[in-house]
C-alpha cells in the first residue's frame, strides 16, 4: 500500500485541510482541553458538595472558582519525586502514554460542521478520519498501557494491584462498548462521526438505539475509571491504585487524562446518541453556535458523570468482572444483532 | 439432642436473592431511587454552617471561658480568696493567692481578697465545679469558646482579664430557639 492510498482513505470521508490549518487546529484543540478540564474540575468538586450538603471549595477567589489553579500550582511546584524500587524511564513514560492517548482521542470529537473561516473550508473537528470510532477505541486500548506501566514500573504493591485491575476492567468492557455502538454504525450506514452525526438529523440515535445508549454509558463510566468502576484507583482497598506513587506533575498528567477521558467519552455519547451539534424541534441556529451546543451537550454528561459518583458505591471486583462479560457483552450482542435485523428488513 | 425450634421462633425474612431477571430489575430501580435521593439533596441546598463567618448560638447555660465579677454598686470584687474554686477543680488549674483587705486597699467585700488569680486555660476541662464551689457566685462560666493562641503560657488567665468585660464573640441562644 502507498503513501498516497494511505491518504486516500483517511480523506475519502469529511474534509481534509492543509497541513497549517491542522496545526492550528491541533494547538486549538489541546488549548481548549486545557480551559474545559479546569472548570469540569470545579464544577465537579461544588456539585458533589452539593449532592452531600456540602459547599464544596469556596474560599479562593469568587465562590472557589480559583480552586484549579490553585490545584494546579501547587502540582506544579511538587518536588519530583520517585520511589527507589521504581523503573524510571517506564515511571516518566507511563502519564505521558495517558495525557497523549486522551488528547488524541479528544481531537476526533466533532463539534461542528465545515464553515468557511476567512474563505477557507475548516471543519470544526481536531480530524474526520474514515475509521471513524475505531480511533477513539484504538487510542482507548493504548490508553490502557499508560495505566499499567504507570502502576507497574511504580515498584509498589498497590500500585501494581491496581494497574492489573486497570488493565482486565479495559479489556473487558472496550468489548461492551465497542458492540454497544455498532447498532449506531448499522443505523447511520458510516464510520465517520460527522457522518453519524448527520444521519441524526430529524430523530437523535438515544431513540432507536436507547438499549445501546445504556450500554455505552454503563461501559464508559468503566473505561474512563470514574465511580461506581474506580477499581483501579480504589482509594480506601489500594490507597490510590496505579497512581499511589506519582506526585507533582505526574500526578497532575493523569489527573488531567482522566479528566479529559470524561470529555472524550462525554463526547461520544453526544456525537453518537444525542445528534451532536443538532437542535431537536427543527432549531437551526447559525453555525457558530454548533460548538457551544456540543460543549451545552458533553457538560450534561458531565453532570451525570459527578451525579453517578455521588450515589453508588463502589463495585466488588468480581461483580464488576460478572457484569462485564455476563450481562453488558450479550446484552451488547443482542443489540447489535436485533438492529442489524431491523435494518436489513426496513431496507 | 436436636434443638427443636419453638413456637417462639422468629421468622427471618430475607431480601429476595440476586441475579436474574428479577434481580436485575431490582437493582435498575434501586438506582434509579439512589440517583433520586441524591438529587433531592442537591436541591435541599449546604447545612454547612461557614463557622468563621456564621456561628451557631449557644445556650444560656453553655459553659465556656471563665469570668470573674464585681458587685455592680460598690464596684468592688466578688472574689474573697477562698480557694474553694481552686479545691474544687479536678483538672488543678486555678490558682489563688489570698491577701488581706486593709481599710487604704479595699479590693473585696469580705475579709481578704484574691491578690492572684489565675486560670490555666490549657488545662481546664470546663466541668463548671469552680462556678458550683463559689460561695459568692464571684466566677462564673461565660460563653466564650474562641480561645485558641500560639503559646501555652498565654492561655494562663489573670485575674484582669478574666474580670473584664469579655468581648461578645460568640451569639446567645435566645429563649425557645
Known amino acids: 500500500m502507498t503513501e498516497g492510498r494511505n491518504l486516500a482513505v483517511l480523506g475519502v470521508v469529511g474534509y481534509a485541510e492543509e497541513w497549517w490549518i491542522q496545526i492550528i487546529k491541533s494547538v486549538i484543540l489541546f488549548a481548549l482541553a486545557v480551559q474545559i478540564v479546569p472548570v469540569v474540575l470545579i464544577l465537579e468538586r461544588k456539585l458533589l458538595g452539593r449532592f452531600q450538603h456540602r459547599y464544596g471549595p469556596n474560599r479562593v477567589g469568587p465562590l472557589g472558582f480559583a480552586q484549579p489553579l490553585a490545584d494546579i500550582i501547587k502540582l506544579a511546584t511538587k518536588e519530583d519525586f520517585r520511589p527507589s524500587t521504581s523503573i524510571g524511564f517506564l515511571y516518566t513514560l507511563a502519564p505521558m502514554i495517558s495525557l497523549l492517548t486522551a488528547l488524541a482521542a479528544f481531537a476526533i470529537i466533532p463539534f461542528g460542521d465545515t464553515v468557511d473561516i476567512f474563505g477557507k473550508t475548516v471543519g470544526l473537528y481536531g480530524l474526520d478520519v474514515g475509521i471513524g470510532v475505531l480511533y477513539v477505541f484504538a487510542f482507548g486500548a493504548i490508553a490502557f498501557y499508560g495505566l499499567m506501566l504507570g502502576g507497574w514500573a511504580s515498584g509498589s504493591k498497590y500500585s501494581f494491584l491496581g494497574a492489573m485491575r486497570a488493565a482486565a476492567q479495559l479489556i473487558s468492557y472496550e468489548v461492551a462498548m465497542g458492540l454497544s455502538l455498532v447498532g449506531v454504525l448499522m443505523t447511520a450506514g458510516t464510520l465517520s462521526l460527522t457522518g453519524i452525526v448527520q444521519a441524526q438529523e430529524g430523530m437523535w440515535y438515544i431513540v432507536p438505539q436507547f438499549v445501546g445508549f445504556l450500554i455505552f454509558l454503563v461501559a464508559g463510566f468503566a473505561e474512563t475509571n470514574r465511580a461506581p468502576f474506580d477499581l483501579p484507583e480504589a482509594d480506601a482497598e489500594l490507597v490510590a491504585g496505579y497512581n499511589t506513587e506519582y506526585g507533582g506533575g505526574k500526578f497532575a498528567s493523569y489527573f488531567f487524562a482522566e479528566y479529559v477521558n470524561i470529555l472524550v467519552v462525554s463526547g461520544i455519547a453526544v456525537t453518537m446518541f444525542l445528534g451532536g451539534w443538532q437542535l431537536p424541534f427543527g432549531i437551526d441556529p447559525p453555525h457558530w453556535v454548533d460548538p457551544f451546543v456540543v460543549l451545552g451537550k458533553i457538560s450534561l454528561f458531565v453532570f451525570l458523570f459527578v451525579w453517578i459518583r455521588a450515589t453508588l458505591p463502589r463495585l466488588r471486583y468480581d461483580q464488576l468482572m460478572s457484569f462485564g462479560w455476563k450481562v453488558l457483552l450479550p446484552l451488547a450482542t443482542l443489540n447489535a444483532l436485533v438492529t442489524a435485523i431491523v435494518v436489513v428488513a426496513v431496507s | ?177
Open chain 2, 1 to 177: 439432642m436436636t434443638w427443636t425450634p419453638g413456637d417462639d421462633m422468629l421468622v427471618v425474612q430475607r431480601a429476595p436473592k440476586p441475579g436474574g431477571a428479577g434481580g436485575t430489575y431490582r437493582a435498575f430501580g434501586e438506582t434509579l431511587r439512589g440517583l433520586k435521593t441524591t438529587m433531592a439533596r442537591l436541591f435541599e441546598g449546604p447545612k454547612t454552617i461557614s463557622y468563621p463567618e456564621e456561628k451557631v448560638p449557644v445556650y444560656p447555660r453553655f459553659r465556656g471561658r471563665h469570668r470573674l465579677h464585681r458587685f455592680e454598686d460598690t464596684g468592688l470584687e466578688k472574689c474573697v480568696g477562698c480557694s474553694l474554686c481552686a479545691a474544687a477543680c479536678p483538672a488543678d488549674c486555678i490558682r489563688v493567692v489570698a491577701a488581706e483587705n486593709t481599710p487604704e486597699n479595699r479590693v473585696s467585700a469580705g475579709e481578704r481578697y484574691a491578690a492572684v488569680y489565675e486560670i490555666n486555660l490549657a488545662r481546664c476541662i470546663f466541668c463548671g465545679y469552680c462556678e458550683v464551689a463559689c460561695p459568692f457566685d464571684a466566677i462564673t462560666m461565660g460563653h466564650d469558646y474562641e480561645m485558641s493562641d500560639y503559646s501555652r503560657s498565654d492561655l494562663i488567665f489573670t485575674k484582669e482579664m478574666l474580670l473584664a468585660e469579655p468581648l461578645e464573640r460568640t451569639p446567645l441562644r435566645r429563649e425557645g430557639e
